[in-house]
């Protein structure tokens, strides 16, 4: 058996190794979202958003769509009111007529989400946190606060979420916390 000489392998694989075309790494957009009842009046409540691209992603956020998803609709039962957009965001309050809900788009073209980090919305409605929490009456199978995120202006890579509702914390909670400083720190010696 004739064995070819070291070099001439290495130089075979080399050249078919080079004839290869490069790898194209996936572009991926990750998010998550939670939303926070920050404030509550006669029937009005005040809400905080934040969207997290998470630092997974490959690609920046340029739109967080709240209450929305492409080919179903919008979600929020009533009209939102005192909408706020950090510093280089807008938005919009969107609505198809009335047989269709609420949302609400913001966008940025100067300011976009790099992977890692966060960024906060505002609102005030007349929804209770138990009807953001619901399936929206308008499409009874979709949660009300389904959401999307894109890597550009309504457009690019997108993900589907749903915000997560993170409850205040109850009086028990914060009593129990209160009672377990004290347990702790208030036998100490003097």
Do not use: H
């Not at 998010?31 to 997974?56: K, Q």
């Not at 609102?123 to 979709?142: C, E, G, M």
Request: hydrophobic share 40%; proline share 9%; aromatic share 12%.
């Amino acid at each position: 058996m004739i064995r070819p000489p070291f070099r001439f392998v290495l130089a075979v694989a080399i050249a078919i190794g080079m004839n290869q075309p490069p790898a194209v790494k996936a572009q991926t957009l990750d998010a998550n979202g939670e939303i926070r009842l920050i404030s509550e009046g006669t029937r009005l409540f005040g809400y905080d958003v934040t969207v997290l691209n998470s630092p997974s992603s490959t690609l920046s956020l340029k739109t967080f769509w709240l209450s929305w998803l492409p080919g179903e609709g919008n979600f929020l039962p009533t009209q939102p009111s005192n909408v706020e957009a950090p510093a280089g965001w807008t938005y919009t309050v969107t609505n198809e007529g009335s047989s269709d809900g609420y949302g609400i788009r913001f966008v940025t073209t100067s300011t976009p989400l790099s992977p890692g980090a966060s960024v906060d919305f505002r609102f005030v409605s007349s929804d209770s946190p138990s009807a953001l929490k619901a399936n929206t009456p308008y499409y009874t199978a979709i949660p009300a606060l389904s959401s999307v995120v894109y890597s550009g202006i309504q457009y690019g890579t997108r993900t589907e979420l749903v915000v997560s509702y993170v409850p205040e914390p109850s009086v028990t909670v914060l009593g129990l916390l209160g009672l377990g400083v004290w347990f702790c720190f208030g036998k100490m010696p003097r």
